[in-house]
Nanobody, 126 residues
Framework: QVQLVESGGGLVQVGGSLRLSCAAP????????MGWSRQAPGKEREFVAAITWNGASTYYTDSVRGRFTISRVNAKNTVYLQMNTVKPDDTAVYSC???????????????????WGQGTQVTVSS
């Protein structure tokens, strides 16, 4: 199975910024929807953001809209999550997600994700 490799997590202060990256070595992800989910201790996995293969459609959960930005550089086979104005509630393990079920999806749909990475810890300190 293709690995999804996340990087960029760490400790950040309230109001600060962090950028997460996700690569899928061994498989070209440029035709597929990609995204991010997160899971805090004791809570269910939450879909955070999704982006279609060409970046034309994106999805954000309400709690991050306006603060987080998802983007991708297909030439680098990499997806990013720019996290700005972070809050303590953003503390979680963030996992990259891939939707290998359909190429060239036109509308972002995080319910379609079929694979998740191991995750990277993001901790927001107050």
């Amino acid at each position: 199975q293709v690995q999804l490799v996340e990087s960029g997590g760490g400790l950040v202060q309230v109001g600060g910024s962090l950028r997460l990256s996700c690569a899928a070595p061994g498989r070209t992800s440029s035709d597929y929807q990609m995204g991010w989910s997160r899971q805090a201790p004791g809570k269910e996995r939450e879909f955070v953001a999704a982006i279609t293969w060409n970046g034309a459609s994106t999805y954000y959960t309400d709690s991050v809209r306006g603060r987080f930005t998802i983007s991708r550089v297909n030439a680098k086979n990499t997806v990013y999550l720019q996290m700005n104005t972070v809050k303590p509630d953003d503390t979680a393990v963030y996992s990259c997600a891939a939707d290998w079920s359909r190429r060239w999806r036109s509308d972002a749909d995080p319910r379609a994700f079929t694979q998740w990475g191991q995750g990277t810890q993001v901790t927001v300190s107050s």
